[in-house]
């Protein structure tokens, strides 16, 4: 007596009451229904451990991408770190700003700059958290300066000519400086992309 798929076994007792007494031609027809159980089996036995495979796949470039991910994250903050630490060590006062003229970074030379510590000259009695980088616009700034120059306008112009602008021997708070301005762009496909402008402010005397 051959030995059927267990589900075929079970309707065959129930439905037929047994494999006793089957006719040749059923049996066949049988043979050919238990052969279609089988495979059926071995298709969704294939198809789990496939899904099994890709799952387990697809979670081991899932944790890499995450990896990679972090990975980059923490070069592009030690970068930002030195990059800060760099501007931070200079003597000219830098300032960056976005392309809806607010400032985006602001290096402790140009705080002290707009401090209202910078008349006497000692930097060691400046409260940088007093010149809070975030609050200043083209504008504050040009008040701050005593309107000395017209930053909004001399960005406009750098970004017509795509040429920097400076001004020599500035007269503020007791002290001459330069100032130079220009945009900061990037080539694209799509032409030229603004991405802000910069500020830099050296004290001459």
Same mark, same amino acid.
């Given at each position: ?8 076994? #079970? /309707?065959? $007792? =129930? !439905? ?9 031609? &059923?049996? /066949? ?10 495979? $059926? ?8 451990? %496939?899904? @099994? ?13 995450? @990896? ?12 930002? +770190? ?7 060590? &200079?003597? $000219?006062? !830098? +300032?960056? !700003? ?5 400032? @985006? ?5 140009? #705080? ?12 060691? /009695?400046? *409260?940088?958290? *007093? ?6 616009? &083209? ?13 909004? /306008? %001399? &960005? ?11 001004? =020599?021997?500035?007269?503020? %708070?007791?002290?001459? +400086? ?23 402010? @050296?004290?001459?005397?």
């Amino acid at each position: 007596m051959p030995n059927y798929h267990k589900i075929l076994e #079970r /309707q065959i $007792a =129930k !439905f037929l009451g047994g494999q006793d007494g089957l006719s040749p031609e &059923l049996r /066949q027809f049988i043979d050919a229904v238990n052969d279609t159980y089988v495979h $059926a089996d071995e298709d969704r036995a294939l198809t789990e451990r %496939s899904l @099994e495979i890709s799952s387990q796949e697809l979670m081991n470039i899932n944790n890499k991408i995450r @990896e990679e991910i972090t990975a980059r994250t923490r070069e592009l903050y030690q970068e930002h +770190i030195r990059f800060v630490a760099a501007l931070n060590s &200079l003597r $000219a006062g !830098f +300032i960056m !700003f976005d392309t809806t003229d607010r400032v @985006e970074m602001m290096n402790y030379a140009m #705080r002290f700059i707009l401090s209202p510590s910078y008349a006497s000259g000692d930097i060691k /009695q400046t *409260d940088f958290t *007093d010149v809070d980088m975030r609050r200043w616009s &083209l504008e504050e700034i040009d008040m701050q300066l005593g309107g000395s120059i017209n930053i909004k /306008q %001399s &960005l406009a112009q750098a970004l017509e000519t795509k040429k920097p602008v400076e001004y =020599k021997n500035i007269n503020y %708070s007791g002290h001459i +400086i330069n100032i130079f301005l220009a945009t900061v762009f990037s080539k694209s496909s799509n032409g030229v992309d603004v991405l802000g402008a910069v500020m830099v402010t @050296e004290d001459v005397v």
